[in-house]
Structures are given as C-alpha cells and as structure tokens.
C-alpha cells in the first residue's frame, strides 16, 4: 500500500525541506506553493496577497487529483502543503484512503522565534517556496494553526531525517 505522507506545520516549520528530502527516497512531491506560483508569480508582487485563496482553491483541487492518481498507481507522495486545520488533515487523510493509500500526518512543530529566524532569511529569496510573512502575519498563522489534537495520530517531526525515514519504510511494513 502506498504512502500519503501529509505535512502539517505552519509557514517557516520546514515542510519543503522534508518534502525535497523524501523525493530522494523515492516520493513524489506535490506543491501547492510552487504550482500557485508556477501559474500566477509571486505572492504579494505579481498579484495582491489578500487574492492568494481565491488562486490557491483550484489548485489544492487539481494537487488533489493528482494526489488519488499517484496513490492509487502505487506511488508513495508526500504532500507539501501545511494542512492547518484538523478538518483539511481528515479530508486529505480519507482522500489517500479512498484512492488505496495510507495516510502519515507528520507535524512539524515549531515555535515563534525559530519561525521568525527562518523566515527573516527565506524572506530575503524569490522562489515559490519564499512567501513574504511579516511578524504580524505570523502570529495570525498561529492564531488559525489547530496543532494535533489528542484523538489525531501523527509522526511529530524533530529534525532528523533518517529517523523519519526509517518511521515510514516501517509504515509501509506494517
């Protein structure tokens, strides 16, 4: 059974860097930051910010088919997306069982001050990947982030990556 691995952090937690790492591994990763950007440019100087939903909803949708095709061929992915809310995470966890896959929610917790380093440099790039946040914006990501609640299983990430690898070539085990 294939795996839909589903990174759930806040911006700056470090979702791209595990999403690239596990494509060395053999996953294929689906981007909605870098398809939005790919489409539309970049946040906040190709287009007004406050528009940024209304340009992410079509793609999340496309990222979702394309997401039930890979599984269901047999593909482990991994979902670079921060899945926020507990509501989108058991929506894209049943989506992966519906299409024959089975869902790893992987959290990536981070606190204010790590985040606020990380995005001071990623702030500085051009990418799809380096949407400006501000502190202000920050800390109403936090305010809409729902952390992992107690009835939620999830693989809480500390930085090493090889025990994260060696967590999901278990899953897949199992």
Known sequence: MPLAVLLA???????TTVAQALVDHGYIRLSVDEEVHRLHGRYGVDYPEHTYFERERPVVEAIRERFAKELAAGRDVVLDHGLWRRGERATWEQAAREAGGHPIVIYLPADREELLR???????????????VTPEALDDFFARFDPPA??????????????LVATLSAARQN
């Open 9 to 15: 952090g806040i911006t700056g937690s470090g979702k």
């Open 118 to 132: 990380r995005l001071a440099e990623r702030n500085q790039r051009e990418d799809a990947n380096a949407l400006t």
């Open 150 to 163: 107690d009835g939620e299983e999830v693989i809480v990430y500390t930085g090493d990556l090889g025990k």
